[in-house]
């Protein structure tokens, strides 16, 4: 963990673990923390060792948002335009860089995932959350409209209705519910939790890394382009992913009838 910030980075077997770890304020992100993690993961967008990225949290919560106080703990309103300023280069490049990493992005939320640490578990490929975690969209309730990428995440996940339960009403969501909803990927006994996201981050991180990336890429550009568009994409996918180890690892191992080994090559 770097000096000033609440961020612990570990690499093992190809899997970059982000644990964010400021227990005090419920693993709420201050600016220090918010910089960091978007260097981290810049980081990791150009480095080949990677398979896979964990983000999870220490402690009873995942993440209960931004710290406004520590951001703006000099005091009085900030100048004007300064969030617009200041959020594409914190916070919403947080957001960018989890939904364009070309690798798989598992998140794993106990507690409440509120705000910011909503829209990180959002962003993830994949989050497995325990069933009564909370996940919250709280900016009506304090004055604000939404931002991180609230309003893009949520009616592409579950659809306008419940976007608008959330986001309108400020309703909170069980985490059984936003896997019955669609909004993450699965929910399980608090007591299962760990062993099961680490079972998900093993299984992507042995997988066709490349392949995995440029199919994450297809899924992100799919709802923004006409069909014929998206057709041109998945054949220029193909192609690159063609001429990779993995894919003749993949006809390989079909061949053979046996498990593919691949090595993300």
């Known amino acids: 963990m770097s000096a000033g910030t609440a961020v612990h980075r570990d690499v093992r077997d190809g899997v970059l673990t982000l644990r964010l770890d400021r227990q ?11 910089e960091h993690l978007v260097a981290l993961l810049e980081e990791a967008s150009t480095d080949d060792s990677l398979r896979a990225v964990h983000l999870t949290a220490a402690g009873a919560d995942f993440c209960a948002g931004s710290d ?4 703006n703990a000099g005091g009085g309103r900030p100048r004007p335009a300064s969030l617009v300023r200041r959020l594409p280069l914190q916070s919403h490049r947080l957001i960018e860089l989890l939904l364009t990493l070309q690798l798989p992005v598992v998140a794993t939320v106990r507690g409440v995932a509120a705000g910011l640490g909503c829209q990180l578990a959002l ?3 994949f ?3 325990a069933e009564d975690a909370v996940f919250w969209a709280p900016f009506v309730r304090r004055g604000f409209t939404p931002d991180s990428g609230a309003s893009w995440l949520l009616p592409r996940l579950v659809g306008l209705a419940r976007a608008r339960r959330m986001l309108l009403l400020g309703e909170k969501v069980s ?12 929910a399980v006994p608090a007591a299962d939790l760990d062993a099961r996201a680490l079972e998900l981050v093993a299984s992507l991180g042995r997988g066709p890394t490349v392949a995995l990336g440029l199919t994450k890429q297809g899924l992100l550009r799919s709802a923004e382009v006409p069909l014929a568009r998206a057709l041109a ?10 001429r990779t180890a993995d894919f003749r690892e993949g006809l390989a191992a079909f061949a053979d ?4 080994d691949f090595t993300g090559r």
Do not use: C, Q, Y
Not at 176 to 186: D, Y
Not at 233 to 238: M, N, Q, R, S, T
């Open 24 to 34: 005090a304020k419920r693993n709420a992100l201050d600016r220090a923390s918010i």
């Open 68 to 71: 406004w106080v520590a951001s």
């Open 123 to 125: 962003a993830a490929d």
């Open 127 to 129: 989050t497995v959350a």
């Open 175 to 186: 985490g059984a519910t936003a896997a019955g909803w669609g909004l993450i990927h699965e």
């Open 233 to 242: 994409d998945e054949a220029f996918g193909l192609e690159l992913a063609s």
């Open 257 to 260: 009838r046996r498990d593919p």
